[in-house]
């Protein structure tokens, strides 16, 4: 026990949250600090809390009183492990295309979630619409998502700016960020054909500089322009859809200009590049937290555990004091006070 007091200690408990703010700041300001500023003081917390438990009693002397420190510990032991376990990313989706596990940007990942555990995500992205007022103000966002076989999803599911995709305990959140992505292929000398899906900038934000570069397989880099005929809409509403708009696509390589239109190709040096045609792409943010469920479980037992206990205390402490300064019950201070 004499081993266990001084971790009980007030002055341990404020270094903590001391540390912990600490923690919560740089996290806030660098995503790609260490799990360890805030996993340190949530443990160093959560045994605070234990040797208080145990060297206190006072702390559990009513059912309601315990059970509320008891989840306050659950919920600092939970939020470490959740800091261990998270990750935060960031990608765009082309329709037509799968997820790709290689695709994804990681903002913030704790040391116990492997790259590998992405691999488990197995969908199509679908359709997308944006609906948009005049003014071009950004309506509700659909984006369907097809998930393969063994995902537990029955067919096609809709993502949107309230709606998030729940798959193999990852959550998947539309952003504004969306565009259009030019279909390429490129046929090499030898035969080999390489394709994939370039995307421009966000559309409509960014309409103003539809352009990218790409390296060809040849190793040739190339200046890409992609060119709308139609304007934004911005006196009424409209959305922005699946379908293929008019559009040409500039390629310089090498100072030399080449136009394309959907289903042309063009020869370059080291081979041939084909424009197939034109699809939207979404953004979307990743979050994974097995722990969260969890977390407001516990809160929520823990609220309801210090009502139970301040509920107690108010029935049966609730005294008032006599003309004589005797204390009575309350019940009985209203009737003298009326004679």
Known sequence: MNIIKPLSSLRLTLAGMLLLVAGVLVSYLDAAASSAWLVLPLLLLAFNLLAALLVNPRLSHHPGLLGFHLCLLVIAVLA????????????????????????????????????????????????IQVEYAAGLRRGQTRSAILPMAGQGLGGAQEVGDTRALKLAGYRLYTTSNKGYAAILSWTGED???????????????????????????????????????????????????????????LVNAGGAGHTLLPGEAVQLAGGSLHFEGLRLWMGYEIYYNPFLPWLFTAAVIGVLALGWYFSVKFRSGATAVSPAGSPTEMGDAIPSARH
Not at 81 to 88: G, P, R, T
Not at 198 to 217: C, E, G, I, M
Not at 227 to 243: E, H, Q
Request: zero cysteines; charged letters at 20%.
């Open 80 to 127: 470490a492990a959740s800091q261990l376990m998270l990750l935060e990313g960031r990608v765009e989706l082309t329709e037509g295309r799968a997820f790709a596990a290689g695709d994804v940007a990681v903002i913030r990942q704790g040391p116990w979630h492997s790259r590998e555990q992405l691999e488990t995500l197995a969908f199509v992205q679908g359709p």
């Open 191 to 249: 035969g080999v054909v390489h394709g994939g899906a370039l995307h421009f900038p966000s559309y409509p934000r960014y309409d103003w500089k539809q352009v990218n570069r790409w390296t060809a397989p040849s190793g040739e880099p190339l200046a890409l322009e992609l060119r709308l005929d139609a304007p934004v809409p911005v006196d009424r509403s409209w959305v922005l859809g699946s379908r293929d708009p008019q559009a040409v696509l």
